[in-house]
Structures are given as C-alpha cells and as structure tokens.
C-alpha cells in the first residue's frame, strides 16, 4: 500500500464528509429557487449539524445500546461507502476490500441498523417507519444489485474502479442497457434516498413519513450523525450513479494531473445532479406508501431489462 | 492400501454416541446423569468428529467394510472429501447444539430426558452413518434409521395433537421420499444387482436412465430438504420438535438431503446433462422464493425460521442447478465456484439457523410462548440470548461482514459470469436467476428485521414478560460457540474456502484454487483480483475504525451527555405497548404485494362493531392444490380396495384358490 494511495484516501474521506452536506445544502437551495422561495445559505446544514451536536441527547428511558451505538454504524457504513466509490480516483486502497455486492450489502448493513434502532423504544412511529423503510429497501435492493449487474458485465468485473475504467474508456455512445439501467437506478436512488415521489425528507406528516419516522426519536448528536449520514448517503448514490453513468474526469492510477482535476470535475457533476434532483423533487407529486412498491417494482424490471439488452446486444 | 485411521476415528464417534444415548435410555428419568453428564460428553464427541473430518477433507478417499448387516451384505462405508466436508457440518453444528442441550432439556415435557437422549444420539449417529455410506443398503438403512429417530423427537410432546399431525405428516412424507430415492438407487446400479456405490460409479447409464435416477434423486432427497413442493411437512415438523431438534433437523439433517443430491449427481451419474441444473435452478428458485416470503407472513416464530429453512434449501439447490449447467458445458472453473458458494452457504446455513433455533428455544423456556405478537423487548430481559441472534439475524440476512454474506456474494458472482455459455438462451436465463437470488436476499434481510424487531426490541407486549430470565451457562456456550462460527468464517473466509476446495477439485475436476489463488488472508479473490475481490477483515476494521473515529471525535469536540426521557412518538400522551406494530403489522406490506402466494382469510371490523376483532390466516395454497386432492384420491382407492376384505376366512380362501389358479396357468402358459 503506497503513501499515494493513502494520501487519496482520506483525501476522498474528507471531500465527501465536506461535500455530502454541501451537496444537500444545493439540492434545497435548488428547490427553494424552483418553487419560488427564498434559499437557506449552502451552509445551512453545517449550521443544522453543529447546532445538533451542541444539544444534549434526550433517549427514552428504554433505549437498549444497540439504539445508542446504531447511529455510529449507520455513520460509519455511509462514510465507508462514500470512500468505496471511486469518486475523485480509481487508485484507492479500500477499492479491493468491496466490490459493488459489497456496496449494496453496506446499504443493507446500516438499514438493519437503523430500522433495528427504530424498533428499539417501541413507539407507534417507530416501528410503522421500520416497516416501511425494509419494504423500500427490499424491493430497491435488488434493483440497485440488477443496474450494478449490468455495469458489471460490461466490464467483466464487479469491482467498482474497474467499472470506471473501463466504461470510461470507452468512447461516448448511449449504450441501451445502461440506458435502462440508467432510469433504473433513478427511481432506485429516489427512493432510497427519501426523495420525492417516495418519502419527502421535509415533512413531519405522521401518515406519509418514512426516513423521518424511524429518527423520530434521536436528537442531539445521534440525529446529527444519521442526518449527516443520510446526507453521505446522497452523496454514495450520486457518486455511484457518476461512476457508473457518467465516469469521464475520474483519476486513474497515477495520474496526477487528472487528480487535480477531478475534484473540480466532480464538484460541477454533483451540482448538475443536484440541479436535476431538484427538478424531479419540485415537478412530481408524492405517492401513496401503496403505490410505492409499483414504483419499485418498475425500477427492478428495468434494471432486468437492462441485463437482459445486454445479453441479447452485447452492449 | 490406505491408511484407515480417520474412518475407524469416525466410526468410534459413531459408536460412542450410540453408547451415550443408551446410556441416557438405562436411566431416563435421572435428569441430572442425563443432562450434566451424557450431552457435554456428547458435545466433546462432536469436537472430535470435527477434528478428524476437518483433516479427512484434503485427504483420499478412506474405505471402510464393517462386519455388520444380513450375511453377504456388509457395510461399506467411504469416506471422501465431500462425505467429510458435511460430517465437519454435522460436527460443528452439533457440538453448540448438544452443549445447549445440556442446559435446555427439562423433565416433564412429554418423553422422559433419558428417551430423548436415545433418540437424540440416533438421529445423531444416523446422519452421520448417511454421510459415510458406501453402498445402498448402509444409505438406505440409515436413511430411515434418521427418519424414525427424527420422528420420534418431533413427537417429543406426543400428546398435543397438533404435534402428532406434524410427526404423521413428516413421516409420510419422509417415506415417499425414501420410495423414490431407494428407486434411483435401482437405476444407478443399472441391472448388475450390485448396489455398491462402487459398482454405481461405473456404470455409464445412457442418458435416459441417468436422467431418471437423477429426478427420482432430486423428488426423494427434495422431500427430504423441503424443496418445493415437497415442503409442507417442513413448517410443521420443524417447530414441533424441541428447539435444539429443530436447530439439528434445519442446520444438519436438510444438509444431509443436499448431500445425497450431490453424491448422486456428481458422483455417482458423473456426467449430467445441462437440463438437470435448469430444473434445479428452477425448482430452488421457486423453494427459495416461496420460502422467504410464506416466512415474511409468520406469527409463530418457529414457523418463520422453518420457512426461511426453505427458503436457503431452495437458495443451495440452485447453487447445485448452475453447478450442473456449468459442468455439462465443461466450464469447470465456474462449476467449482458455484459448488463452493454452494458448499459455504450450507456450512453457514448449518451454523446461523441452529443459532437462530436455539435462541427461540431460550425465549421459549424463558416465556412459554412461541407467538412473535405476544414477545417484544426480550433485549433487556435477555441480553445474552439478545446480542448472539443479532449476529446470527445479519449472518442470515446475508449482510456484510457475516459468514452469510460470504457465500451470497460468491453465488452471485458465479450467477454474474457466465458470458461462455454456448446455449444462447440459457445464457440469458442464468442472470434472470441472479435477479431471482437478488430479491430473495432482500426479503430475507425483511424477514429477519421482522424477526428479531419483534420479539426483542420494543416494549414487551405481556406484563409477564419483565420476569423472563437469560440462557444458563451451557446454553449461552452453545450460542456463543455458533456465534463464534457464523462470525470468524465471516471474516476468515478464504480457510474455509481452501479447506472446501479438495471438494470441487474431486466432483467436477477442477478446484478454485487451481486457477489461481483463492486469494489470501486478506482478501478473498476467487477468480481473479480484477474481476471481483472482497475483504471482510479491512471491512470490519473500517468500520470499526470510523465509528471508533466517530465516536472519539464527537466526545472531544462536543460533548457526552445524555438526558433519559419518555420517548417522544409525535408527542402522542397515550402510548401502550400494544400501539408498537404486530408480527402480522410487520407482515403485511408482504401479503398484500405477493398475495397470489397466499390463501388468505381474513376477519376485518366494521365501523359498528362494539367489540372489533381483527384477525388474518394464511394458509399454503399447494394444501389445497396439491396435497388434499391427493389425500382425496388416496382416500377413494383405499376405500374401493377395501371392497375385496370382507372379514371371512372363506373369502380369503377363495382368493387364494383364484391366485394360485391363475399363477398355474401362467407357468404353464
């Protein structure tokens, strides 16, 4: 394992502990600008995190330690996630240690946690957020695995830098299964991000809440950690659907001209994602909790039909 | 000639356990004697066993001809590296299971302690015999030895009646399994009269007589492993017997039945045709399908895990389809990896469900109750039982960085691959299968949230419940011993593959390791670093170091307090436990997107009811498509048949004189 490598990766920790509130900051600046209010500042949820850190903990005088130690994993497993994904270079030394299965079984790692933790103190909310937020995840789940599967067998590989490389070798056509798999992992990133149309990440209503359900209960430094994380969770997805999608301005091994690039490069992507998240959040309505598993059901369909094109192109 | 001394080894296990079950029958009421004496000691036999089939793995084949049986017909026992590889199952499982035994057995709980440890022991030394069998007669006499040894646990509490239902239910099935299985067994030999394995071995049986024996095989070792849709007696049985029986009969004895499809198809047809695999992709992908999702709808806590028992069946049986459709086309490398994850899963399987099975036996004995809408909060109350079934909840859920999580992700890796078929068509039909296991995986993780949400987070739903009490020291060693399993083969896994890998290398010809490395102790590679790697330790000590990293930080720069509240619930001033979600709640999402799985009654209030009750059944609908037509049929030929008794010695008689009649006339004819 080389400096270089190290240096790269807690350099790719602290863009995306800095950029994925960032990122969260734009993408409500964006809405705030679309549906015509006045934006908080981009700062805003640094603002949020510190002023939640400072607080104390108020816990339920249930709450077993696996309800304590639950935000910390979830943080944890976003953080590790968001370092996985090559996002600024292909040349990191965590890359080996999980592939894109691995990605998925850390989304899957902290929803258990975080659900688990939901159903710790035993309120109503609590559990119904639980519940909704494993249907979510087992019917995006697979979908994500399929649109990752796809991208895998392009390249012949299931790791993630691998994928990078070799899609972003190749010269710009609109290959049709990644096409598919490229509206696939849409709706999947809506989804499990607690976006517009599935859950909206700005309502207290008891009867539509999903992801604002299961943290109905931490405050003080534990909400900070799961917002924080649910934010470098945005950033994971984004950075996924980047490498897969749109790869080009990535850092490969040993190239440190494009290293220096790639932050700038990579900064002017998020901020279109963030533009076009906006768009999507500010144009569809929310759906009923019951049509969601349509929703998703689609989204698993087309990331089968992405794997199926390919089988039968080639491409 | 070869060494004998890992087979005598075996065979002494095999023998001391015998012992120790008659032991426990010469005083079956002395509980003590039973508990505190006969089941360590039957544990150590256990660890024994482990070490010898641990070694017996890479090492050849052992024969063995013990003096036993009808004159002319001895016992031949072998053992190789796949009968070696599953004795290791048995042995691992078994060593927790009977160490918890020790602690969990009680008397009055229908048959006496001492009973239970003979038919204990039997069934112990019967898998084990299945697994060293050398010809027909030894598999088929154990066979049914473990089928009536089993029998006799489930119906350990033989006067509830249910109970006997399920023990008459498993033992039909369990015979017309063994039926077909003796049938295939007919096949192989292929009219030599010798039913030796040996001799099956080499027979060349022309396709059509290999494909029969084969389907026989897979319909009488599938009624055997609960493969659809043989399964209806799994879901009964398994929650029937008491806990550590049904963490032997889920973890182990569903093992042996996989056993006895890979010896068949590998071993003793050795040449299969790619059709087989597309069934047994098929048939496990629907198992495993109808499995997790009948488990998603479970109330009874037992019943869930039986049917997340079906659901890894089916998951195994599909690791075997493509290991078949990989070595019909002679693309041996990736026959071996799927073999592998295959071979894995059922070791992991073994581990994390006798796990899970003895942790509800504790919350059994502990609370009385088996019904997940009347548990709740068992965390606090139970602390011991409470943090090894989360390992064993995120081993079976298949979540990084579980032992589960190892073989899921090596089984879709050998789904991802496989671009060389030469059959277009299936090449395209594989991935769908992928996306099958994909969904799958998911639900299991839903089921298991589910599982252990309800019944040891939250506030307990019954009053009682703050009386219920820990494991006692033995049975918390046996948790403690599969958590330690389900854990160390999570982080460690490329040993255990390299110690799997003699297993492949034999059946289909090629190892993993012979294309390559597995990879080494850091990461596990099985086909090349650039195709796909994998590395639970630095995953582990990731994680750990940034929630370590987290933790320390947030401490520094901020602060530690904590203020203890009621919990806040929306501001809500009313809040009882019976507002936390049900089992059924919980299940619900499930019956209303899959519900042409179910048959389902339901009774919902209306508005004017005074007294509303809510309640919903769900049955299997193959009950009623599949076995109560057939019980109908059965029913109506016995009764024409019953025609011809007529109870009188002159009617018989007469049978008789027309039988002999007719028999002349053939002779001579």
């Known amino acids: 394992m080389r400096l270089e490598g190290i240096a790269a990766q807690v350099f790719s920790m602290a863009a995306a502990l800095v950029l994925a509130p960032l990122l969260a900051g734009w993408v409500g600046q964006c809405r705030a600008w679309l549906q015509n209010r006045r934006a908080p500042p981009l700062l805003q949820p640094f603002r949020t995190l510190h002023k939640l850190f400072h607080k104390e903990a108020v816990m339920a005088h249930e709450a077993s330690p696996l309800y304590r130690a639950a935000p910390y994993v979830v943080f944890a497993c976003m953080l590790l996630a968001g370092m996985i994904v090559p996002t600024l270079s292909t040349d990191l030394p965590l890359a080996p240690a999980a592939d894109a299965i691995a990605l998925v079984g850390l989304f899957a790692l902290a929803r258990l946690f975080i659900s688990l933790a939901a159903m710790d103190v035993g309120t109503a909310f609590g559990t119904m957020g639980a519940r909704r937020e494993m249907l979510i995840g087992f019917l995006a789940e697979p979908a994500l695995l399929m649109v990752l599967f796809t991208a895998s067998l392009l390249s012949s590989s299931t790791s993630l830098a691998r994928i990078v490389e070799s899609v972003s070798r190749q010269e710009l056509a609109i290959l049709p299964s990644l096409a598919f798999a490229g509206v696939a992992f849409t709706m999947v990133s809506l989804a499990e991000n607690a976006r517009i149309p599935v859950d909206n990440p700005a309502t207290h209503l008891e009867l539509t809440m999903i992801h604002e359900a299961l943290v109905l209960e931490y405050s003080g430094r534990h909400l900070a950690l799961l917002e924080w994380a649910a934010a470098l969770k945005l950033f994971a997805y984004s950075c996924t659907g980047i490498a897969l999608f749109f790869p080009w301005g990535v850092a490969h091994a040993r190239d440190h001209v494009a290293l220096a690039l790639a932050l700038p490069v990579l900064v002017a992507k998020l901020a279109a994602g963030g533009v076009f998240l906006a768009l999507i959040e500010t144009t569809l309505a929310k759906m009923r909790i019951f049509r969601v598993p349509e929703f998703l059901a689609t989204a698993f369909l087309l990331g089968v039909l992405a794997l199926l094109v390919h089988m039968l192109l080639g491409a | ?669």
């Open chain 2, 1 to 669: 000639m070869i060494g004998t001394a890992a087979i005598d080894g075996v065979v002494a296990v095999v023998t001391a356990w015998l012992l120790l079950g008659m032991a426990g029958a010469v005083r079956p009421r002395h509980f003590g004697f039973v508990a505190r004496v006969l089941f360590p000691a039957s544990a150590g036999a256990s660890l024994v066993l482990a070490g010898l089939a641990i070694g017996a793995i890479p090492a050849p084949p052992q024969v063995s001809i013990l003096p036993l049986g009808l004159p002319g017909l001895p016992f031949h026992l072998r053992l190789d590296a796949l009968s070696a590889f599953f004795l290791a199952v048995l042995a691992l499982a078994s060593a927790g299971i009977s160490i918890f035994g020790a602690g969990y057995f009680r008397t009055g709980e229908g048959t006496a302690p001492g009973m239970i440890c003979l038919q204990y022991h039997m069934f112990l030394a019967a898998m084990a015999l299945v697994l060293l069998a050398d010809d027909a007669y030894v598999f088929m006499v154990s066979w049914e030895l473990m089928a009536l040894a089993s029998f006799f646990l489930v119906t350990t509490n033989h006067r509830v009646p249910e109970i006997q239902r399920a023990g008459y239910l498993y033992l039909l099935i369990a015979h017309v399994g063994a039926i077909a299985i003796l049938l295939a067994f007919g096949v192989l030999q292929a009219g030599t009269g010798d039913y030796t394995f040996q001799n099956m071995r080499a027979q060349r049986l022309p396709p059509f007589a290999a494909s029969a024996a084969f389907l026989l095989a897979l319909f009488g070792f599938g009624a055997k492993a609960g493969l659809l849709p043989l399964h209806a007696w799994l879901p009964e049985a398994h929650p029937a017997a008491p806990s550590p029986v049904s963490a032997l009969m889920s973890g182990v004895m569903l093992k042996t039945a996989i056993y006895g499809m890979l010896r068949v198809t590998f071993d003793l047809v050795a040449a299969p045709l790619w059709w087989w695999g597309v069934v047994a992709l098929a048939l496990g992908l629907a198992t495993a399908l109808f499995g997790v999702v009948f488990a998603a709808a479970q109330v009874d806590m037992k019943r869930l895990l039986a049917y997340s028992s079906i659901e890894n069946i089916g998951l195994l049986v599909m690791g075997m389809g493509l290991a078949i459709v990989f070595h019909a086309y002679h693309m041996d490398s990736l026959a071996a990896l799927a073999l592998t994850a295959m071979l894995l899963h059922a070791l992991n399987h073994a581990l994390f469900k006798s796990l899970l099975f003895l942790g509800t036996g504790a919350v059994l004995h502990a609370t009385q109750e088996r019904n997940l809408g009347k548990l709740g909060g068992l965390l606090r109350y139970m602390p011991w039982v409470g943090w090894t079934m989360l390992a064993g909840v995120i081993a079976s859920a298949g979540l990084p960085p579980s032992n589960g999580f190892v073989s899921e992700w090596l089984l879709l890796q050998s789904f991802l691959f496989t671009g060389g078929l030469p059959n277009p068509y299936l090449g395209m039909l594989v991935p769908l299968f992928a996306a099958g296991v994909a969904l799958v995986a998911a639900l299991a993780g839903y089921v298991m949230v589910k599982f252990f949400g309800v019944i040891f987070l939250g506030r307990p739903r019954e009053e009682r419940l703050a009386q219920a009490h820990d494991a006692g020291r033995l049975e918390r060693l046996g948790l403690l011993w599969l958590t330690a399993g389900c854990v160390l083969i999570g982080i460690f896994p490329v040993p255990v593959l390299d110690l799997i890998d003699p297993i492949p290398a034999t059946l289909v010809g090629h190892g993993l390791a012979q294309g390559g490395r597995i990879g080494d102790w850091l990461v596990l590679a099985p086909v090349s670093a650039e195709r796909a790697s994998y590395s639970p330790i630095v995953f582990v000590i990731a994680t750990l170091a940034l929630m370590g990293l987290a933790f320390v930080l947030v401490r520094r720069l901020f602060h530690g307090r904590v203020r203890r509240a009621a919990p806040w619930d929306c501001g809500f001033p009313l809040q009882t436990a019976r507002m936390q979600d049900t089992a059924e709640g919980f299940g619900q999402p499930i019956r209303q997107i899959f519900e042409p799985f179910f048959r389902m009654q339901r009774e919902l209030p209306t508005a004017f009811d005074t007294a509303p009750r809510y309640r919903v059944t769900v049955e299997d609908p193959l009950w009623h498509w599949l076995y109560l037509p057939i019980a109908r049929v059965t029913d109506r030929v016995s009764r024409f048949i019953g025609l011809l008794q007529r109870g009188r010695i002159s009617t018989y008689l007469f049978y008789s004189f027309v039988t002999l009649v007719a028999l002349l006339f053939l002779t001579q004819a």
